[in-house]
């Protein structure tokens, strides 16, 4: 209940802020397990994606943000759950599984952190590909471009799912070229021409 009022919310308020415009929204498969990828630039990121996404949206936060009683608690209610970037959480790893074999949709940006060049996606870490590989979720690659300055334009771009390829030997060696595939799927992305501006 709380997770629809926020994302109404909070919809109201990125349609005051920015200028936003989607690609492929409906990209996103209406049901089963889905790994959405998305470069990571603000901390606007995960509630822009909770809202043009009609799906709820399991986020993993950095545990950082749990720390206060009260924010933790809010957080859990919008289904995001805590993860230590420092090091490989099993606790957090094991709860994006059961969220995607429960056949929710995962939110995951896998450079780790906010990236500090607007120049595009930096490098990505291998969790994403892990996960999609553990559970046999398909991927959606997401692009999002903009400043987010006060009604600057903001575009995020929804690729189509994809699954990632097993069989290479080792899970190490498909969770890095898997890793590989979601990195270039989401560049591919946000270098695509804005059909705007070719328009």
Same mark, same amino acid.
């Given at each position: 209940?709380?997770? =629809?009022?926020?994302?109404?919310? @909070? +919809?109201?308020?990125?349609?005051?802020?920015?200028? @936003?415009?989607? &690609?492929?929204?409906?990209?996103?498969?209406?049901?089963?397990? !889905? !790994?959405?990828?998305?470069?990571?630039?603000?901390?606007? *990121?995960?509630?822009?994606?909770?809202?043009?996404?009609?799906?709820?949206?399991?986020?993993?936060?950095?545990?950082?943000?749990?720390?206060?009683?009260? !924010?933790?608690? #809010?957080?859990?209610?919008?289904?995001?759950?805590?993860?230590?970037?420092?090091?490989? *959480?099993?606790?957090?790893?094991?709860?994006?599984?059961? #969220?995607?074999?429960?056949?929710? #949709?995962? $939110?995951?940006?896998?450079?780790? +952190?906010?990236?500090?060049?607007?120049? $595009?996606?930096?490098?990505?870490?291998? =969790?994403?590909?892990?996960?999609?590989?553990?559970?046999?979720?398909?991927? #959606?690659?997401?692009?999002?471009? $903009? *400043?987010?300055?006060?009604?600057?334009?903001?575009?995020?771009?929804?690729?189509?799912?994809?699954?990632?390829?097993?069989?290479? =030997?080792?899970?190490?060696?498909?969770?890095?070229? $898997? +890793?590989?595939? &979601?990195?270039?799927?989401?560049? *591919?992305?946000?270098?695509?021409?804005?059909?705007?501006?070719?328009?």
């Amino acid at each position: 209940m709380l997770y =629809g009022l926020m994302k109404v919310l @909070v +919809t109201v308020a990125v349609k005051i802020m920015f200028d @936003v415009r989607v &690609i492929g929204a409906d990209n996103v498969p209406e049901t089963g397990p !889905v !790994v959405l990828c998305s470069n990571h630039t603000s901390w606007w *990121d995960p509630p822009l994606i909770a809202c043009v996404i009609k799906r709820p949206v399991h986020f993993m936060a950095k545990k950082e943000l749990f720390q206060n009683q009260f !924010v933790a608690k #809010v957080l859990y209610r919008v289904n995001a759950f805590p993860v230590n970037r420092s090091r490989a *959480d099993v606790g957090a790893i094991k709860q994006a599984l059961r #969220v995607l074999n429960d056949g929710n #949709v995962l $939110g995951v940006f896998p450079e780790g +952190t906010r990236a500090k060049s607007s120049n $595009g996606p930096s490098e990505m870490h291998a =969790g994403a590909a892990l996960l999609s590989l553990k559970a046999d979720a398909p991927v #959606v690659p997401v692009a999002i471009r $903009g *400043d987010y300055g006060f009604r600057s334009k903001v575009l995020v771009s929804v690729g189509e799912p994809f699954g990632l390829e097993a069989g290479n =030997g080792r899970l190490s060696r498909d969770v890095q070229e $898997g +890793t590989k595939v &979601i990195a270039q799927a989401i560049s *591919d992305l946000w270098n695509a021409p804005d059909p705007e501006e070719v328009a």
